[in-house]
């Protein structure tokens, strides 16, 4: 029993060592967002390569760190039809976008814009990871201990 306690401070020792660690790396940069937005009836209308059917979407390039903390987008978004199964966009003239629109009596407005977090969620989240980075740093202060008195 006694051995036990000095080989599982070994191990932890061993695994979280920075060698471990170094292999990890996190992803950051510009990257391009696909989001669903409307689901077009399944009709020949419709219908692109390889019989799968287009949906709407919105796309967007925007600079972030490990896929959930956007930090600012570089490219405003704009709707694309969309097929979810082989994963690819296609660009629609803005005639045809329209006609869409018209037909399915949707508000392009009400589509084509981006969720509060993608906008400044990860501003602020970034924000708070610095600030408490530096609030960290910061050495705090002692307060004196006052010790009894004697009367």
């Given at each position: 029993?006694?051995?036990i306690?000095?080989?599982?401070?070994?191990?932890?020792?061993?695994?979280s060592?920075?060698?471990?660690?170094?292999?990890?790396?996190?992803?950051?940069?510009?990257?391009?967002?696909?989001n669903?937005?409307?689901?077009?009836p399944?009709?020949?209308?419709f219908?692109?390569?390889?019989?799968?059917?287009?949906?709407?979407?919105?796309?967007?390039?925007?600079?972030?760190?490990?896929y959930?903390?956007?930090?600012?987008?570089?490219?405003?978004?704009?709707l694309?039809?969309?097929?979810?199964?082989?994963?690819?966009?296609?660009?629609i003239?803005?005639?045809?976008?329209?006609?869409?629109?018209?037909?399915?009596?949707?508000?392009k407005?009400d589509?084509?814009?981006?969720?509060?977090?993608?906008?400044?969620?990860?501003?602020?989240v970034?924000?708070l990871?610095?600030?408490?980075?530096i609030?960290?740093?910061?050495?705090?202060?002692?307060e004196e201990?006052v010790?009894?008195?004697?009367?």
């Amino acid at each position: 029993m006694a051995m036990i306690r000095p080989l599982f401070v070994a191990l932890l020792v061993a695994l979280s060592s920075t060698s471990v660690f170094a292999r990890l790396k996190i992803p950051f940069g510009e990257r391009e967002v696909l989001n669903k937005v409307h689901d077009l009836p399944d009709t020949e209308e419709f219908k692109v390569e390889h019989g799968n059917f287009m949906d709407l979407a919105t796309f967007h390039k925007e600079f972030n760190i490990a896929y959930f903390l956007p930090l600012y987008v570089t490219e405003e978004p704009k709707l694309v039809g969309y097929d979810a199964q082989s994963d690819t966009y296609y660009d629609i003239p803005q005639d045809q976008l329209d006609a869409i629109l018209a037909a399915e009596k949707l508000n392009k407005e009400d589509l084509n814009k981006l969720s509060f977090y993608t906008r400044y969620g990860g501003k602020l989240v970034a924000l708070l990871i610095i600030g408490a980075m530096i609030w960290g740093v910061i050495p705090s202060k002692k307060e004196e201990e006052v010790g009894p008195t004697n009367v």
